[in-house]
């Protein structure tokens, strides 16, 4: 009697499943995709779609495809496949720190978005360093990804021409620029410092000063911000700069180092929500009625910005939109649509007892 042919719908018992491949160090010896297919019931083409788009197997063959890959152990050969099709399924994505949730939101829905397309995001920490973004790209483009996301506009000269000569796309994130490397999602740093700037003067600040990180990106937040006090006629700007990344403790530091250069000072914008929730701390140990007496903001809206006393002012970014447009911008280049992605997240001020 003819054996039926297993059909990628056909139900399997993983119990009853042959004894897999005899295993050594690394893995199982001589396990083949075919291998798994057998016990899958299923086509070897469609294990490689489970490996490479998942999105376009049912739910049902996906989940069975995946047990047996589990009860095998079957590692891909990642590097033969892209030998074989010039394809990694890989994306390269560097960001400065994944410390708190600023980055790490924008980070973890971006990897969702290319994983459910068959992607697999390499995440590397340039921790504020542009000479350790450049060696983390050399690094990363050794591994042949098919795009890369970037953190920030302001690269090194030979970091940009490297990646024009690769011609893979790009994505740079969080920031603001009219002259991209190739797509860009982000938001105006020194629209936010001048957004600050207008909610104190809004409130009668005297004195408005900042605390301020020395990375790039705050120090936009800050020319912004000094800028339109500035036009205000207020140019000398108490402040205190600090080195990335903030903290707690840095915050808590600073403002009394501020206030004593500048005991008039009536508000503080902090280049992030730590460094406000830090000098919130201090303010309170110091005695200082916030926000009778000293107005404080920050930047980043984290999800404890409205657990503190006060609850903080803050300047909220969608870093969720910011990693589903950068996936969306690279799957659409990469599926052979050649628009230059560049998209404005905006931010928006949220006004809370601090301030």
């Known amino acids: 009697m003819p054996t039926a042919k297993p059909t990628d719908d056909a139900p399997i018992d993983l119990k009853d499943s042959a004894t897999p491949a005899r295993r050594t160090r690394g893995g199982p010896k001589g396990l083949r995709i075919t291998d798994v297919a057998a016990q899958a019931g299923v086509s070897p083409i469609t294990v490689s779609r489970v490996f490479n788009s998942p999105a376009s197997v049912a ?19 990642r590097l033969a496949g892209g030998l074989s099709s010039a394809r990694s399924r890989l994306i390269a994505a560097i960001v400065p720190t994944i410390a708190h949730s600023l980055f790490s939101e924008t980070i973890q829905v971006f990897s969702e978005t290319m994983s459910r397309a068959g992607y697999e995001v390499l995440l590397a920490l340039s921790g504020y360093s542009d000479s350790n973004e450049e060696n983390l790209l050399d690094t990363v483009l050794s591994r042949r990804p098919e ?49 600050v700037a207008e909610r104190f003067l809004a409130r009668g600040a005297k004195r408005p000063a900042l605390i301020s990180a020395s990375d790039v990106r705050a120090l936009a937040r800050r020319a912004g911000f000094r800028e339109r006090l500035a036009k205000a ?53 110091m ?41 969306r911008a690279l799957l659409d280049r990469l599926n052979g649509i050649h628009e230059r992605a560049f998209v404005d997240v905006g931010f928006s001020v949220v006004g809370r007892e601090s301030a």
């Open 59 to 77: 739910p049902e063959t996906l989940e069975r495809v995946r047990q047996v890959v589990q009860k095998l152990g079957y590692v891909p050969n």
């Open 147 to 195: 795009g890369v996301l970037l953190t920030g506009v302001a690269h090194t000269d030979s970091l940009r021409e490297r990646l024009r000569n690769v011609g893979i796309p790009v994505v740079e994130t969080w920031d603001m620029t009219q002259t991209p490397i190739d797509m860009l999602v982000g938001f105006s740093h020194e629209q936010i410092g001048a957004a």
């Open 233 to 285: 006629g207020m140019r000398d700007v108490a402040e205190v700069i600090v080195a990335p990344p903030s903290s707690l403790a840095t915050g808590k530091a600073a403002l009394p180092r501020l206030l004593d250069s500048a005991p008039e000072v009536d508000a503080v914008f902090c280049g992030s929500d730590l460094l406000a929730i830090g000098a919130l701390g201090a303010a309170r140990r």
């Open 287 to 327: 005695g200082i009625d916030v926000p009778a007496r000293l107005a404080i903001c920050g930047f980043g809206d984290l999800d404890f910005a409205t657990e503190t006393t006060p609850q903080l002012t803050t300047v909220r970014v969608d870093g969720t939109r910011i990693g589903v447009s950068a996936a």
